[in-house]
């Protein structure tokens, strides 16, 4: 079983994250009630770890953000107002006494947990925008996890999804951002080359290339082969690789020239002056451009117009139904910022499986773990990839 590979449109309105990775996505999706047939939209397919594969070094703002209190609501959701780095980023010892679990239900529930625990120790700012609550992270991913592992052609074994949590636990950020690098999470399935699929777990070679609803079990370029940025799935690219400008790459290393275009950084560095550089991960920082503020932390470089130098300062995130700045359109909980018939910009909240979306419902998003498809949002679905 591979990572997940889309869990929330909010990183599709910040430009310097991976676009179209959300609830605007294809995916085979469950039929309505009374719809015998299968719907269909626009997007990609799931996995049972965590995707994430973006440029979260890169911060780079030259004016204040909107300074309004961010709340960042969900269910019985607390009142959050600024994003604050964390104070270490050390993983944690491993836990060799505790049991392996022994169910699907619980494996998914400690990889969720681990996932996404990891994730706002790692990249917060990520989190708040998709997710909003950790909590509700939690409960994204162990419903996507649960729906891949009991996909047709899927190999549900509890302790290797365990495994998976357990080597999230004790990963480096690096790892945990830049997908593919830990071996306990590449679980493949039985289908070969060529079968159709819906999940990347579908797949013997742990790639599903996902052309619409469903796709093909396919196997992933090698680097400076040809393939489609425009598509939210780095994994089209062999391990170790991102799709920049249309072609596998390597991501360039601290002190490396980069590109955002062309050569990006690894996703914990951020491209300041032409080189990865690595990023302040607390507020009161100097920088001179964004990269050298991480955006993952909810940084961005704050400095006058005819600054030379500035300083790195937290972004504030309004959550749904609050006022947003149509400057930085940026809300929490994967809410989406437009203009209200009333002429303010509101964060207008995610919807639900069964709820309208898209141009049915002034943009909104679906919540993580469900797709928009034509006008609803769907759970995901696999099986139907027959």
Do not use: W
Not at 24 to 49: E, F, I, L, R
Not at 223 to 231: I, K, N
Not at 247 to 266: H, M, S
Not at 349 to 357: I, Q
């Amino acid at each position: 079983m591979a990572c997940l590979r889309h869990i929330g449109g909010a990183c599709a309105v910040f430009l310097l994250f991976s676009p179209g990775c959300g609830g605007g996505d294809k995916a085979a999706v469950a039929p309505a009630a009374g719809d015998g047939g299968t719907a269909t939209g626009s997007g990609g397919s799931t996995g049972v770890g965590m995707r994430i594969g973006t440029r979260i070094g890169d911060g780079s703002m030259t004016s204040s953000p909107p300074a309004m209190d961010a709340a960042l609501p969900g269910i019985d959701a607390p009142r959050i107002v600024d994003l604050q780095p964390p104070d270490a980023l050390t993983p944690p010892a491993p836990d060799l006494g505790a049991p392996l679990p022994q169910s699907v239900a619980e494996a998914c529930a400690e990889l969720g947990k681990s996932a996404c625990d990891r994730l706002d120790k790692c990249a917060p700012l990520f989190v708040q925008l998709v997710f909003g609550p950790v909590k509700d992270c939690i409960q994204a991913l162990t419903r996507s996890c649960t729906i891949d592992a009991m996909a047709p052609g899927a190999r549900p074994v509890p302790v290797e999804i365990g495994r998976c949590a357990r080597g999230l636990d004790n990963a480096s950020c690096a790892d945990i951002l830049d997908s593919d690098a830990i071996d306990a999470c590449s679980m493949p399935g039985i289908r070969p080359l060529a079968a159709v699929c819906g999940s990347d777990s579908q797949c013997a070679s742990n790639y599903c290339r996902s052309a619409g609803a469903c796709g093909r079990c396919g196997v992933r370029l090698p680097a400076s082969s040809g393939c489609d940025s425009m598509l939210d799935d780095d994994r089209q690219c062999a391990r170790g690789l991102t799709c920049a400008n249309n072609v596998c790459v390597a991501r360039a290393k601290a002190g490396e020239p980069c590109k955002d275009e062309t050569k990006p950084c690894l996703t914990t560095l951020g491209c300041a002056g032409g080189f990865c550089v690595v990023p302040a991960e607390k507020p009161g920082a100097p920088c001179a451009v964004g990269g050298e503020c991480s955006l993952g932390h909810g940084l961005f470089c704050e400095k006058a117009p005819t600054a030379v130098r500035g300083v790195c300062q937290p972004i504030k995130l309004p959550g749904p139904n609050e006022l947003c700045s149509p400057l930085l359109p940026l809300c929490s909980s994967n809410a989406v910022c437009a203009k209200t018939l009333t002429g303010e910009s509101r964060c207008l909240p995610a919807n639900r499986d069964g709820e309208p979306c898209g141009d049915r419902a002034m943009g909104r998003n679906c919540v993580p773990s469900t797709f928009c498809v034509d006008g609803t949002c769907r759970l995901p679905n696999p099986s139907l990839c027959i």
